[in-house]
């Protein structure tokens, strides 16, 4: 799973600050999520990370597991009446018996 999250991934990982992660974490723990797509079968959460990348967002937080991986993204968006905000994405891979699943949950923040 850590091959399909590149380097530039983890160089954005590492500059996120703890604060600025705590702070994004906060905020969808406290919001409903806007969407959740389920998807089955083969490489769903490769072409979920490359549609992520090609939008914008950048990697924040990544739990690998053995036969699960959890990423976070997010993307800041324009402040609008200097409010700043951003979009977070959730992405969830997980080997099962009938095969893969990759979950995309995504939040306004």
Known sequence: MNARID???MKHLQAFSDAQKAAVMQKIM?????KTVVLDGNN????SVLKLRRDGFGLIDLQPQETA???VWYRGTPALLRR????????LWETQERGEATTLI????
Not at 30 to 34: G, N, T, V
């Open 7 to 9: 380097h530039e991934d």
């Open 30 to 34: 406290s919001h409903p999520p806007a």
């Open 44 to 47: 769903h959460f490769e072409k």
């Open 69 to 71: 991986c959890a990423t």
């Open 84 to 91: 700043s905000g951003g979009e977070v994405a959730m992405l």
């Open 106 to 109: 995504t939040w306004r923040v």
